[in-house]
């Protein structure tokens, strides 16, 4: 019925559906660095982390995680639970790189274990800056409850996916996540979880298998997107 475009972001769009509740996401082949700085298409990027997306939300939702995942229905489209997107960009990190190594005194390639949490207000005008516990609350961005919440399921998304990489010869260096909350208020993984959304190194060479690859041009993007989903899906 109504296929309306509700959104156009930087790489999806987002359009109704047949249903009130739900939304269908279609990952574009644009890709973007650098506060949309630099700009690109590469054609069939969009259908690698539509298919990888969907992998690892089933995973994640077999481990318990809620996600707003519901079924690929075509190379890149996706349909999704409709969320309330909150303004957040959760971000887990498991060794120092990107921002972090720009901001802050650490060493890239240093290990951080823990793993750091970093929230960040979503808001490009803005420059997403990061935010602490106290003005999210403020902000009324979440409650207490639900920023222990956003937390803990941030921790488990990155053991699950660092364990499923560490099997695929690929270091989970960080990611980036966003949630939202659906009909009943529950806070569910919303977005995408890509190589867009990733920072991912091989194991064996250091090559990065990320977005990185765009951002510094270090190789074949598409080449490199499609050796990852290749490796997540088990196909050649
Ligand atoms: N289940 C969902 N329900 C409603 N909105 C969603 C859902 N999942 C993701 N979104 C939103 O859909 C949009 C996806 O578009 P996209 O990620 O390309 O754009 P963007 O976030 O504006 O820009 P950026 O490239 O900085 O991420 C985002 O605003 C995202 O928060
Ligand atoms: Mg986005």
Redesign the pocket.
């Known amino acids: 019925m109504t296929e309306e475009l509700l959104?156009?972001?930087?790489?999806?769009?987002?359009y109704g559906s047949d249903r009130a509740d739900e939304?269908i996401?279609v990952f574009r082949d644009d890709i973007?660095a650098f506060d949309g700085g630099k700009k690109d298409v590469i054609a069939g990027k969009g259908e690698f982390n539509a298919r990888v997306s969907a992998r690892l939300y089933d995973l994640l939702e077999g481990r318990g995680i809620p996600t707003?995942f519901i079924a690929l229905e075509g190379p890149a489209r996706m349909r999704?639970?409709?969320?309330?997107?909150i303004p957040l960009e959760v971000i887990v990190r498991n060794i120092a790189a990107g921002s972090l190594v720009r901001r802050y005194p650490f060493v890239e390639g240093t290990p951080l274990d823990p793993p750091l949490i970093v929230i960040d207000y979503?808001d490009?005008s803005l420059h997403d800056p990061m935010l602490n516990d106290d003005i999210i609350l403020a902000l009324g961005l979440l409650t207490r409850e639900e920023l222990g919440e956003v937390k803990r399921f941030a921790l488990r998304v990155n053991e699950v996916l660092q364990e499923l990489f560490a099997d695929l010869g690929i270091q989970l260096v960080d990611f980036k996540i966003?949630f939202?909350r659906d009909a009943d208020g529950k806070i569910r993984l919303?977005?995408?979880i890509s190589m867009d959304s990733m920072r991912l190194w091989d194991i064996r060479t250091g090559a990065s298998l990320d977005k990185d690859v765009y951002r510094f041009e270090k190789g074949d993007v598409l080449a490199t997107y499609g050796q990852v989903a290749s490796r997540i899906l088990g196909e050649d």
């Open positions: 959104y156009a972001g930087k790489a999806k769009s987002v939304l996401v973007t707003h999704v639970r409709r969320l309330k997107m979503k490009d966003e939202g919303g977005d995408e």
